[in-house]
């Protein structure tokens, strides 16, 4: 696998989430059913670049915690079946919860998570993705706050990994098959 060149760079992304940190904050500002702090529950790992800079982004006071979930399947594919690693530790009912994911791919972990939350008795979800892949939705699940919708590509770095690496890069780059470079 070699990685492309930058496929968003840290200055779009640095841009989008302060825009994103923004729309949150407005929704969360007009939103008259909203009773309490919400609560942005960070996905670890892919997320905790970007949770970290959302958070930092908003303008409404929040409190922060996170959660695991492993999908397993491949190191580039989900395969529906979840195991929680690390449960919040905010007590959550009645909450109003903002997810923080990185990536929303197959749909399989977000809606595992809602589920969980739902179960728990939150008052309210809405889920913030840095990045959709909408082409590889296997469960419906939409958004409510979308950084860039990209095509179905499989992207590391800002958070994201290819079995555990490229985390650190600051840029997303595409992670591609050398034998399929070759071709072209
Ligand atoms: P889903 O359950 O298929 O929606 O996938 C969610 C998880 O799969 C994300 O939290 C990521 O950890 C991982 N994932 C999906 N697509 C990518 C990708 O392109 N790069 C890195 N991780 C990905
Ligand atoms: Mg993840």
Redesign the pocket.
Known sequence: MILSEVFIGSDRISQRVKELASEISASYTASVSVSGTPLVIG?L???FVFTADLIRAMTIRCDVDFMA?D?YGSA???C?TLKFRLFPKSDLRGRDIIIA??????????NGICEYLREHGVNSIKAAVL?D?PE?R?VP?EADFVGFTIPD????GYG???DERYRNLPDIHC?EDERDINRV
């Not at 994911?101 to 977000?110: A, F, K, P, V, W």
């Open positions: 996905v790992s892919g997320a979930v999908s580039m594919e989900s529906g994911e990185d990536i929303l791919d197959t749909g399989h972990t977000l990045l892949k590889r296997q699940f590509k499989f992207v590391v994201l990994d290819y992670l």
